[in-house]
C-alpha cells in the first residue's frame, strides 16, 4: 500500500464533479485526499463550503493550479473545454484525469495528445470507466487469448438513453453544435464508442444517417444508424438514440469459432464452434445439417454454450479509474486508459456525424479533420449563440 497522497483539484462541481469530491472525501480512493475545488459559477462556492468544509474553493482554476493546493485535477466540464484545461493544467506540471469524450474535434484531441507526450513527467489520462466493468475486462481477455479467432463482424443496438425534452431544456448549451459539439455521440454514447473499438479494434472507414432534431426540438443528432469498416472484409453496425423509453443495449461479436453475445451490459453468452466455421462448412453433409437444425443432433458435437451474469456496483467502476490514477501518478502502476487513447472515440464520432453531412463515406485513417472542423464552424454560425472554433 503506498503512503503517497495526491491532493486532486475538482474542476466544474456538478453532478460528475460532485461525485468525484465525495468518493475523495469519503476515503474510497487510496492514496488521493480532496485538495481544492474550482467553478466559476459563483453559487457552487457556497455548496462547497457547505459540503467539503476547509477545502479551497476557486472561481478560476488557473488560480487553483497555480495555488500550490493540487497535485491533480479532474476535468468535469463542457466538453469544448477538456483540451483546453487539460492542456493547461499539464503546462503546469498537474497530473489530468480528462472526462470523456476527449474533445469535440480531432484537431483539439490531436494539440492535446501532442502536448500530453512532450510532458511525460505528467500523467494523463481519460475516464473510460467502463474499462473496468468485468463484463468488458473478461471479454477482452478473451478475444485477446484468440481463442474464438478472428473478428467477421459486430453490431451493438445502445438505446438506453432516453431523454425527454426537459432534459434538453435545462441547460442553453445542452444538444447545440457550440455548446456541446453534439448529440447522442458526444454526450451519451462516448463509452461505447471506446469499448467497441476496444474489444474489436480501430474501423478504417464509416458511413452513417444520422437524424437532427428527430424526436426532440434540438440542433444535434438524436438518431444515428452507421456501418463501419475494420478492414480484411470486417464490418460493424452502430446503432444509437435518445428517444427509446424501452432501450436496448445488446453487442454481438461474430468470430471464426464462435461468438459472443451481451445483453444490458450484464448477461454474457460465448457460443464456441469445436472447429471454425469455414472447416464445419465444408466437412457436415446436407444430412448432417439437416439433422442438427431438427435437433437430431447432439448439438455440443459442433458448439457449446456458456452464460455468465454479471451483478453492477453503482459508482465502483469511477472509483476504480480514480484509485488507478492515483497509484499511477505514486507509484507507476500502468493506468486502465491512458489519455491519448481518447482520440478513437472523438474520431469515430465526428466521422459519423461528417457521413451524415456529406453523404459519403469518410476516411478515418487519412481523416478529414479540417472540412469536419469546417462543416462543425458553419453549424455553429447558423446557431449564433456560441464562438467557432479553431
Partial sequence: MSTKNVRLGIIGLGAQGGMYAGVVTDGRIEGMTLGAIADSDPA?????????QDVPFYDDYVAMLDSGDVDAVVTTVPHFLHPEMTITALGKGIHTLTEKPAGVYTTQVEEMNSFAQAHPETTFAIMFNQRTNPVYTDLKELIDSGEL????????????????QGYYDQSAWRATWGGEGGGVLVNQAPHQLDLWQWLCGTPKKVFAKLAFGFQRDIATEDEVNAVVDFGDG????????????????????????????????????????????????????????????????????VFTVEEKEYESVWGQQHI???????????????????????????????????????????????????????????????????????
Fill in 234 to 301: 470486417v464490418t460493424g453496425s452502430f446503432i444509437t438514440c435518445t428517444n427509446d423509453i424501452f432501450g436496448t443495449d445488446r453487442l454481438e461479436m461474430l468470430f471464426d469459432k464462435g461468438k459472443v453475445i451481451v445483453d444490458g451490459s450484464a448477461k454474457v453468452t460465448i457460443y464456441r464452434l469445436a472447429e471454425d466455421e469455414r472447416t464445419l462448412s465444408e466437412k457436415m453433409t446436407m444430412q448432417e445439417v439437416a439433422q442438427l437444425f431438427r435437433g437430431e443432433m447432439d448439438p455440443s458435437s
Fill in 149 to 164: 479467432g478472428a473478428l467477421r463482424h459486430t453490431s451493438w443496438i445502445i438505446t438506453t438513453w432516453w431523454r425527454p
Fill in 320 to 390: 476504480d479509474v480514480l484509485t488507478n490514477f492515483a497509484a499511477n501518478i505514486n507509484d507507476d502502476t500502468p493506468l486502465i486508459a491512458d489519455g491519448a487513447e481518447g482520440i478513437n472515440g472523438v474520431r469515430l464520432a465526428s466521422g459519423m456525424q461528417l457521413s451524415a453531412w456529406t453523404g459519403r463515406e469518410i476516411d478515418l485513417v487519412d481523416y478529414p479533420a479540417e472540412e469536419y472542423l469546417a462543416e462543425l464552424n458553419r453549424r455553429i454560425e447558423e446557431e449564433g449563440t456560441f464562438p467557432t472554433r479553431s
Fill in 44 to 52: 457552487k462556492r457556497q455548496v462547497a463550503a457547505e459540503t467539503y
